[in-house]
């Protein structure tokens, strides 16, 4: 929506394999599923950027989208006919409810990433195989991603381009001390990490040093103290609230609508009287007829 574009009729092959439940959502699986095609994976993580585009780069995206109809037309008679069911439920029309799915994505919005101190640690357990790292390593996950952060930002790249998450996480258990063993771990995934290994190596260093990151997320019993000290919070805010006075409009000797606070407490008033009737002149209400 920067661009003022919305795109509208999108068929989103990942959601009706979502909606399918296929063991997998991708477009290898699925062109591997219905095609029998292995899809050529070495340009996955290319730059396709640059200009121009090698033979085998054009090549590899032309297969990427060569067999996309067929697959689509397979999709939408599987997501038919699972609809129809087996006569033990209602027809379901997945097909409508892929495409509800797809518009949704196609209406979201990029919100641009706010980072605090425990960012690190939210994209830390996103990995597969994070494990548990110990404290120095943890901190070096942080440093790493503290710079990642920064150095997208100033070059204007993605933080998958400049250090995928899988890299960070090699960096940050293998902590190599010198540019030529920080490379051997990098393995050509970041042309950035290569090109700032000096500077990430002595970034390591320092974080191995600190011992731990400058933030932990809070421990179990921690975020249990602290729902119970809102929970009261909350009683203490409610209680008050009880005793806050009301205004009802009555009408005075002059005609004149005017708001008359009461506090909660008192409209029960007290001898038989209620507040109510007190303040409309009698020790009843007057009904209709008065």
């Known amino acids: 929506r920067d661009f003022g574009i919305y795109i509208v009729g999108m068929f989103d092959t990942g959601q009706a394999a979502r909606v399918l439940e296929l063991p997998r959502k991708g477009l290898a699986y699925l062109l591997d599923h219905y095609c029998g095609i292995k899809a050529d994976k ?4 290319a730059d396709w950027r640059i200009r121009p585009l090698s033979d085998a780069m054009i090549e590899y ?3 990427d989208t060569h067999h996309l109809l067929y697959v689509y037309d397979r999709l939408r008679q599987q997501l038919e006919a699972t609809g129809l069911g087996d006569g033990s439920r209602p027809r379901v029309d997945l097909i409508k409810t892929t495409l509800d799915r797809s518009r949704d994505v196609c209406a979201t919005l990029y919100d641009k990433p706010v980072t605090d101190q425990l960012t690190y640690h939210v994209d830390y357990r996103k990995n597969r195989d994070a494990g548990d790292l110990d404290l120095p390593r943890l901190a070096v ?3 790493l991603h503290s710079w990642r952060d920064k150095t997208s930002r100033a070059e204007d790249e993605s933080i998958g381009y400049v250090m995928p998450r899988a890299l960070m996480l090699r960096l940050a ?4 001390t010198t540019p030529r063993s920080l490379l051997a771990v990098t393995r050509g995934d970041s ?3 290569a090109k700032h290994s000096g500077e990430i190596v002595d970034l390591i260093a320092r974080a191995m040093a600190a011992g731990a990151p400058p933030a932990l997320p809070p421990t179990a019993g921690e975020e249990y103290a602290k729902s119970l000290e809102e929970k009261k919070l909350e009683e203490e805010e409610e209680k008050k ?3 806050e006075p009301m205004e009802i409009e009555v009408d005075d000797a002059k005609g004149v609508t005017a708001p008359v606070p009461v506090v909660a407490s008192e409209v029960a008033g007290s001898g038989g009287t209620s507040a109510m009737a007190a303040m409309m002149g009698g020790s009843s209400a007057r009904s209709p007829a008065d």
């Open 61 to 63: 995206a032309r297969g």
């Open 42 to 45: 070495r340009f996955q993580l």
């Open 241 to 243: 609230g009880g005793d």
């Open 191 to 193: 042309p950035l990490v």
């Open 141 to 143: 996950y942080a440093a």
């Open 173 to 176: 258990r293998e902590a190599p």
